[in-house]
């Protein structure tokens, strides 16, 4: 572990994210975050998570996420946390209509 300020270990991070292209207009992703315990405050988290943007005929989308957060030594609703969105939406001539 790295050493930070007035000699405590420091906290070490990790982030790691993917993304695709897929078809002609559409995309997917994955995202992974850790962050280690540290030796001043107690716990470590992780985030995982996946994405995407598909875009249908010429004027339909639809975007989507799903993200879990993990921090082991919590218990219940604190420990796992899920955040989700799911957004369709048709592009008119005048804007982009959300669903």
């Not at 790295?2 to 070490?12: C, K, L, N, Q, W």
């Not at 004027?59 to 993990?70: G, L, V």
């Amino acid at each position: 572990m790295a050493v930070g300020f007035d000699g405590i270990e420091s906290t070490e991070f990790s982030v790691l994210r993917v993304k695709r292209d897929i078809f002609s207009r559409s995309r997917v992703g994955m995202i992974f975050t850790d962050r280690s315990e540290s030796t001043i405050a107690d716990g470590s988290n992780q985030l995982y998570g996946i994405d995407g943007q598909f875009n249908f005929l010429d004027d339909f989308e639809i975007s989507t996420y799903a993200a879990k957060t993990d921090t082991p030594g919590l218990s219940g609703m604190t420990r796992a946390t899920w955040a989700t969105s799911l957004t369709m939406g048709i592009d008119t001539d005048l804007d982009l209509v959300m669903l």
